[in-house]
Structures are given as structure tokens and as C-alpha cells.
């Protein structure tokens, strides 16, 4: 399959723990993203990272990327309810600017 | 706000009839997407628009037509379609830079129409 894969499907944690949620890929990339999507709306972007760049943070997130293994992880750090969501990394696909998401992570926070 | 907005947020319809989707987005974007995001299913990119033409067609029936009228606008037209057609569709607009071939950008997603074919 072309389209990334997140694991794990599913993480249920406790408000104040940290989340880790992985995508691994096949082909090469230019760059690779992270989106949440909220129950029934549409995609928000969280994070851009290029392939020459193996960490990057915005906030609470923490993104890591490992060419060499194929594979990203996002990280979040002490995690609110409000962050309870699906995630989705997102690689370049076909042609020019086109995204391929994966399936997605489901993230519950309990309060 | 992401400044891309879908009409309507819900639709019901049944086999026979023929609706509209719209998108707008209001970031000076030159391309925009649809997706269609059914239960359990990866988002599936359907079509692409970079420059207000058609770039990719992922295999979709004909039942499903787009339309980009401007930079600014994009429908999806439907027709006979099955329950099966049933999914949250997803219009996304991005700003693709020319000189870089296959580097995608963000993109920016509106909330979403809610289809249920009965």
C-alpha cells in the first residue's frame, strides 16, 4: 500500500501523560506531516518536517523523523482531554503537492 | 477558521436526486482537493485542481463531477450516487510551488459535508 501506516489504531491515557502515536512509509519523501481531525471536521495541520531534519517541536509537539528507518513519531507532552482526536501522518503522493494520509491514530485523554 | 469553508455541512439525498457540494477558500491558495473520508477507510483523495485544472482523477466514478470554476472555488456534482457514497468529503486548498516539483505544503481543510445517500 502506498498510504502510510500510524500505530498504534487506538491510545486511551490519562490527562498529564505523554501520547507517542508512529507512521512508517515506503517511498521517499520531501517531507512529511502531521494533521488532527477532531470527530467529523475537517484536517488542521500540526506540524511540517523536512527530510534533512530529524526533530522538530512546536508547543507541546515534538516530531521525530528517521529517513534511514522510514518511519516518524509524534510526540505530545502532558496531554489535556482537549487533545482527545484522530491523527494522521501525511507524505507526498503522485504528483506535485499531492499529500497521502495514513489511517490515522485514535487519541482518547481521560479527564 | 482555517479560511477554507464547505456548503452544506449535512446532506441527505436519495439515489435519484442530483446535488451540489461547494468549497471556498479565502488564502489565495492555487490548488484545491477533495477528499472523501469513509468509516474505518483512509482519507481518499479524489480529485486535484492545481491552477484551476484538473490534475489528478483518482479512479473516481463518474457519478462524482467536479468543477473549478476559479482559484477560489470548487464543486463536486452528484449524481445517481449509492449508499455506499455515504462519508464525510473533505475539500482541502494549499499554495503548490511550481519550482519544486513534488513538494507537497500544507494543506488547509474545510469542516466537511456530512453525505448520507439513502
Known amino acids: 500500500s502506498q498510504q502510510g501506516e500510524e500505530d498504534p489504531q487506538a491510545l486511551s491515557i490519562q490527562e498529564g501523560e505523554n501520547a507517542t502515536m508512529n507512521c512508517s512509509y515506503k517511498?521517499?519523501?520531501?517531507?512529511l506531516q502531521w494533521y488532527r481531525q477532531n470527530s467529523g471536521r475537517g484536517l488542521v495541520h500540526l506540524i511540517l518536517?523536512?527530510?534533512?531534519?530529524r526533530e522538530k517541536h512546536s508547543g507541546r509537539l515534538r516530531v521525530t523523523l528517521d529517513t534511514s528507518k522510514k518511519s516518524s513519531s509524534l510526540l505530545i507532552t502532558a496531554s489535556r482531554a482537549a487533545d482527545t482526536a484522530s491523527y494522521f501522518c501525511?507524505?507526498?503522493?503522485?504528483?506535485?503537492?499531492?499529500?497521502?494520509f495514513g489511517k490515522g491514530t485514535k487519541l482518547s485523554v481521560k479527564p | 477558521e482555517t479560511g477554507v469553508t464547505q456548503t452544506p455541512r449535512h446532506l441527505v439525498m436519495g439515489m435519484t436526486n442530483k446535488k451540489s457540494l461547494k468549497c471556498e477558500q479565502h488564502?489565495?491558495?492555487?490548488?484545491m482537493y477533495w477528499y472523501k473520508q469513509s468509516a474505518k477507510k483512509p482519507l481518499e483523495l479524489m480529485f486535484v485542481?492545481?491552477?484551476?485544472?484538473?490534475?489528478e482523477n483518482n479512479s473516481v466514478p463518474s457519478r462524482f463531477s467536479p468543477e473549478c470554476p476559479n482559484s477560489s472555488h470548487l464543486f463536486l456534482h452528484l449524481h445517481t450516487l449509492q449508499p455506499e457514497d455515504s462519508a464525510l468529503y473533505l475539500c482541502?486548498?494549499?499554495?503548490?510551488?511550481?519550482?519544486?516539483?513534488?513538494?507537497?505544503?500544507?494543506?488547509?481543510f474545510g469542516p466537511g459535508t456530512r453525505l448520507t445517500v439513502l
Open positions: 482541502a486548498s494549499s499554495q503548490v510551488d511550481r519550482g519544486l516539483a513534488g513538494a507537497p505544503n500544507e494543506q488547509f
Open positions: 517511498t521517499s519523501i520531501n517531507n
Open positions: 488564502l489565495g491558495h492555487n490548488a
Open positions: 518536517i523536512r527530510s534533512n531534519e
Open positions: 485542481y492545481n491552477f484551476k485544472e484538473q490534475t
Open positions: 501525511a507524505r507526498m503522493g503522485g504528483s506535485q503537492g499531492n499529500l497521502i
